[in-house]
């Protein structure tokens, strides 16, 4: 797969054996129970993602499969950046278009933070890229 269309690498999530990376035009998710969910997954359209705090992470995973008008709200106020963390305990949370939402299990480690394991570094995402397939269901 082309790494250069990946972007920068901005971080990972763990919650699995292996992370999930995370780059400016997508994801790579290397391990999960439904074997469609993993590869590349590139973002959609108007995409914002970004570490939430964990209140409004239960929040949002409370909310009602079809309650569209609590889901359209929250969406709102998350594209403003409302809930925006960088707490040890926040979420990675991303939206693409107007409601299509994606939860991690956990926080997005960026390559920034003082916790960043370096075992994950670019180097690490660029062999997972370089070796990597597109997910069938991405």
Avoid: C
Avoid at 40 to 58: A, C, F, L, Q, V
Avoid at 79 to 99: L, M, Q, W
Avoid at 127 to 138: E, I, M, R, T
Wanted: no cysteine; proline share 4%.
């Amino acid at each position: 797969m082309p790494i250069t269309n990946a972007g920068t690498y901005l971080g990972y999530t763990l919650g699995r054996t292996k992370p999930s990376l995370y780059f400016e035009n997508g994801r790579y998710t290397q391990e999960y129970p439904d074997k469609d969910n993993i590869g590349w997954h590139p973002n959609g359209s108007n995409h914002r993602g970004e570490n939430i705090t964990k209140d409004r992470y239960d929040e949002i995973m409370a909310i009602e499969v079809g309650d569209t008008v609590k889901e359209k709200a929250f969406v709102v106020e998350f594209k403003k950046g409302s809930y925006d963390s960088d707490a040890s305990t926040a979420k990675y949370f991303e939206v693409s278009g107007s409601a299509d939402i994606h939860p991690s299990s956990s926080r997005l480690i960026k390559t920034s933070y003082n916790d960043f394991d370096d075992q994950y570094d670019a180097t690490y995402a660029s062999n997972v890229l370089k070796n990597g397939v597109n997910a069938p269901n991405g």
